[in-house]
């Protein structure tokens, strides 16, 4: 009658308590399998990738539309800017500025990086020299040139400007002309 003790699970079948118990485990495991795959799918997922176009194609011909002309400078730092028509192909572009002292020797570089609109049938660039000379009068040429540094085909003729005093910054900015001043009014306040 009172045999050998059976052992509990002899069955093969846990208990009903101790079942919903293993269920109540794997479902905790399955959501935090869960969550570390979305968790891993948001935070190493690049979706920029999968917006940028192809390059347009380039240009056949690109020109400059406004020339060249200094936008502000101080005694040892200069900004020229210049607009073209869109020079297409790599969305990566560059504005390139060829200076020096002397006209016949514009053996300085300077570069300013750009990222091209595709919307827009114009390109504005601006590139910043520095380490200039105060009071110093320096000639350039701009150019431009995609990132794999093949030129967009359009040079300036050379320009120069002067940099000023120390203290004395020259800011010609906006360049555009054909926009109308600014107009100040001011609204009487209350006594």
Not at 74 to 84: E, K, N, S
Not at 86 to 115: C, F, M, W
Request: proline residues 10%; charged residues 20%; glycine residues 6%.
């Amino acid at each position: 009658m009172y045999g050998a003790a059976r052992p509990p699970y002899s069955s093969g079948r846990l208990p009903k308590r101790e079942q919903q118990l293993g269920i109540c485990s794997m479902n905790r495991l399955l959501l935090k399998l869960a969550v570390t795959a979305v968790a891993g799918i948001l935070l190493f997922s690049n979706p920029t990738v999968a917006q940028i176009p192809p390059p347009q194609k380039r240009a056949e011909h690109v020109e400059i539309t406004k020339a060249p002309e200094l936008e502000m400078a101080h005694d040892d730092t200069a900004i020229v800017r210049w607009t073209t028509t869109n020079p297409r192909g790599d969305d990566e572009h560059y504005g390139i500025v060829h200076y020096g002292t002397d006209p016949e020797d514009l053996s300085q570089t300077a570069k300013g990086h750009i990222r091209l609109n595709r919307a827009h049938p114009e390109t504005i660039f601006r590139v910043r020299m520095q380490d200039l000379k105060p009071q110093t009068t320096y000639y350039y040429k701009v150019s431009s040139m995609g990132a794999d540094g093949e030129s967009d085909g359009v040079e300036s003729p050379v320009n120069h400007f002067t940099t000023p005093a120390p203290g004395d910054p020259i800011v010609n900015y906006p360049a555009d002309r054909s926009l109308p001043s600014a107009k100040i009014t001011a609204t009487p306040q209350p006594k």
